[in-house]
């Protein structure tokens, strides 16, 4: 039997075989578009082609660690003069302002070079230790005091400062488990060498008329130490307002009267 083929066989067969090209391309863009993941192995561009890269986002520091990073300037007369008109702005005149304002004379000299507390007392009060024997206080009295922002810093500062002090009459004046009607009655016995406390525990002290801060010659304001926070004592606005009612209560007008008085900014 013989099979009979046209003249144009092998032509029919070139085309067919022809069309078979575009269908294969066809089917394999239509697998592309229905399955993504495969385009990477078909398509040229994403080879030839970088990846795209995302953006980092990038991440806002906080206020905290800005803080941690910078290197802070011990504060001089000139800071603490400005803060004082900060804190009356808008409660007292202007001249009730000026008067508040503390010359050189009043200031003890700048933590500059950043001295721990125990080298920094001995720097500014000098002979200490006679001044504790020659002084005969009576009850009610505080030669040194040091003002901070709590009962910890408290405990702290006053175990720094054990290598200045020595051996003298101490008082420790915060709310912190001591009650204050036990700091009224150990302050009404007997007079005090060394103290350190908070601005609040210190005015309820003076108010209760246990502490005659016009015999004082040394206030020490923990002002350049921050806490875990960054944040320093004129930081905290509750602290603040106590330690500015403190100093403008008691403290400054106490030196107006007793010129002896020197305020120091550790």
Known sequence: MVDTLGEDWWIESTESSADTVPTAVAETETSVQKNPKRRSEVTTDDVLSPPSKRKKRQKRMKITDKLAKQEDTPATLTDFNKWLDKCGKGTLSTVELEDLHLEESSMLEANTA??????????????????????????????????????????????????????????????????LKEQVALLSKKKVDFAVGTPNRIASVIDGNALDVTRTKYV??????????????????????????LLKGHFIPAMKRNAKMRIGLF
């Not at 001044?131 to 408290?154: E, M």
Request: hydrophobic share 40%; with cysteine; proline share 3%.
């Open 114 to 179: 950043k001295y721990g507390l125990s080298d920094y007392l001995t720097g500014v009060v000098p002979k200490w230790k006679s001044l504790v024997k020659a002084q005969h206080l009576d009850a009610r009295a505080c030669t040194l005091l040091i003002v901070t922002s709590s009962g910890r810093r408290a405990v702290d500062l006053s175990r720094d400062a054990g290598p200045f002090r020595g051996k003298c009459n101490t008082a420790k004046l915060f709310a912190k488990h001591i009650k």
């Open 220 to 245: 020490i304001l923990d002002w350049n130490w921050r806490d875990v926070k960054q944040r320093r004592l004129i930081d905290m606005p509750e602290l603040e307002k106590d330690l500015f009612s």
